[in-house]
């Protein structure tokens, strides 16, 4: 039932674009795990759907085989003997498809496409012979396949150089929320949280839907977050491990890599991950990075200022950070652990740097209320030359091709920001570093991305563009 569905209209465009097609079409679904993928595809064709199966985790390909089975069991077919192999499942699929009625398109939805592809199966010769041999030449069938495991889904299908090369007639890529949409799930579920509250909702659990369906709206947010993350008995309490471990193959490499990059919130160097790293060699760091950045874990930037624009990498998934940041390091037996952090010094450590990751994952907000939508522009963290005396470093510099660059500086508070005389002295340095780079050909735009907006004082003038919560909640 689309209405149950949040958000998601540009992907309930492109889903009910390639239903009315009048050529079957191939669409592999990707995202993080728990965004949405299977509740996006099953509420959209509810009444559409004409067979359905998901892969099992960490089964053989018998138990895999068993449940393609069954699926066509439940549609009506009648077979009584196991597979045994991945040719016959098909082709078992091929005559009930083949004998439905002849109105409209018969999706045929794949879930959890990764565990089906166990060692030696031949799952992807026999899905290649599926598509390329039959549904493709028919004009009836629409194919949707989903994967959390990301890099399986780019490395297998996306950028497949085999049978399936250039077969996908279409690639969506399923975002976790924005804050407005996880406002307006929130408010389905009961839950009215004020902006702030909302903000931090999201610091926390990054808008991924599942997350957000855990919540109680008999419980404050505090006390959700108690009951869910720092009990033992909570859903979240070991969804950390769960989380890498469903996703990637030797998920403890992956575990190392984004426990490293935790501890540089702003980024580091491949060399400098590396150096850190040194049972990792050169190529498999490369391709836990690629993988990575595939699931939406790390991003990738170039740092501005550095002598060669080297490549940086991130951590930006909520949860991760949180965990490293709180759950990781919980050693209290205290059912209250976060109700009692609240407005602590090390509640405000973590809500200032992970303010700035909130700011940037709404850069469309932040250039929209900037009134710079239609303005093609690079968005890069900057870091000044050691030998430079105006040492400074931006999490954001939006580098705008009217010839103005915004310096944006994110500030985390309860209230109205107050700036102090250090702090605009600190405001000033940046400015004169990032002047020191560009030259005068462009002008220097100072942006402060607060909750409440800037204080009015002496210090203030120095401001020329706000960006508050209001503004990052816009639709």
């Keep these: 039932m689309q209405e149950r569905i949040v958000g998601r209209k540009q992907e309930i465009d492109t889903l009910h674009e390639l239903y009315q097609s009048e050529f079957s079409e191939f669409v592999a679904i990707c995202g993080r795990r728990r965004v949405g993928k299977t509740f996006l595809v099953r509420e959209y064709f509810e009444k559409e759907l004409v067979f359905s199966i998901s892969g099992l985790a960490n089964c053989g390909m018998a138990q895999q085989l068993e449940q393609f089975r069954n699926g066509l069991l439940r549609c009506g077919v009648k077979q009584q003997r196991s597979f045994r192999n991945w040719q016959e499942a098909f082709e078992a699929l091929i005559d009930y498809l083949s004998k439905l009625p002849g109105q409209g398109k018969k999706v045929v939805f794949l879930d959890e496409l990764p565990w089906m592809d166990t060692p030696k199966s031949g799952f992807i010769s026999a899905l290649e012979g599926f598509w390329n041999s039959w549904a493709c030449g028919r004009h009836d069938i629409l194919l949707v396949v989903c994967g959390s495991a990301t890099s399986w889904m780019m490395n297998k299908l996306i950028t497949n150089h085999g049978g399936l090369h250039n077969r996908l007639t279409r690639h969506i890529y399923l975002q976790p929320f924005c804050l407005a949409e996880t406002q307006l799930m929130l408010e389905r579920k009961g839950l009215h949280l004020s902006l702030y509250e909302t903000a931090v909702c999201y610091m926390i659990f990054g808008g991924i839907p599942f997350y957000l369906n855990l919540?109680?709206?008999?419980?404050?947010?505090?006390?959700?977050?108690?009951?869910?993350?720092?009990?033992?008995?909570?859903?979240?309490?070991?969804?950390?491990?769960?989380?890498?471990?469903?996703?990637?193959?030797?998920?403890?490499?992956?575990?190392?890599?984004?426990?490293?990059?935790?501890?540089?919130?702003?980024?580091?160097?491949?060399?400098?991950?590396l150096e850190a790293m040194s049972k990792t060699s050169g190529k498999s760091l490369s391709t836990i990075l690629a993988n990575l950045e595939y699931c939406g874990f790390i991003r990738q930037f170039s740092a501005i200022g550095s002598r060669r624009r080297q490549k940086m990498y991130q951590?930006?998934?909520?949860?991760?950070?949180?965990?490293?940041?709180?759950?990781?390091?919980?050693?209290?037996?205290?059912?209250?652990?976060?109700?009692?952090?609240?407005?602590?010094?090390?509640?405000?450590?973590?809500?200032?740097?992970?303010?700035?990751?909130?700011?940037?994952?709404?850069?469309?907000?932040?250039?929209?209320?900037?009134?710079?939508?239609?303005?093609?522009?690079?968005?890069?963290?900057?870091?000044?030359p050691t030998e430079n005396k105006n040492q400074a470093q931006i999490d954001l510099l939006i580098d705008r091709k009217d010839n103005t660059i915004s310096i944006c500086e994110a500030k985390f508070s309860e209230g109205n920001y107050v700036i102090s005389a250090e702090e605009e002295l600190k405001l000033r340095n940046r400015l004169l570093a990032v002047r020191e780079m560009v030259g005068r050909h462009k002008s220097l735009q100072l942006v402060m991305m607060t909750t409440f907006g800037v204080a009015e004082g002496k210090h203030s003038g120095i401001v020329q563009k706000e960006i508050t919560l209001k503004d990052l909640f816009a639709v």
């Design 215 to 273: 919540l109680d709206s008999s419980f404050s947010l505090a006390q959700n977050i108690d009951k869910l993350l720092f009990q033992e008995t909570g859903e979240l309490y070991r969804e950390f491990d769960s989380l890498y471990a469903a996703l990637f193959r030797n998920s403890r490499e992956y575990v190392e890599v984004v426990s490293v990059l935790s501890k540089h919130l702003s980024g580091m160097s491949r060399a400098e991950l």
């Design 315 to 384: 951590l930006v998934d909520f949860f991760s950070l949180f965990y490293f940041h709180f759950m990781k390091k919980h050693l209290y037996d205290n059912n209250n652990f976060w109700q009692s952090l609240q407005g602590t010094s090390r509640f405000y450590t973590w809500a200032g740097l992970t303010f700035e990751l909130l700011c940037l994952k709404h850069m469309e907000q932040i250039k929209r209320a900037l009134g710079i939508q239609g303005v093609l522009s690079n968005e890069y963290a900057y870091r000044t």
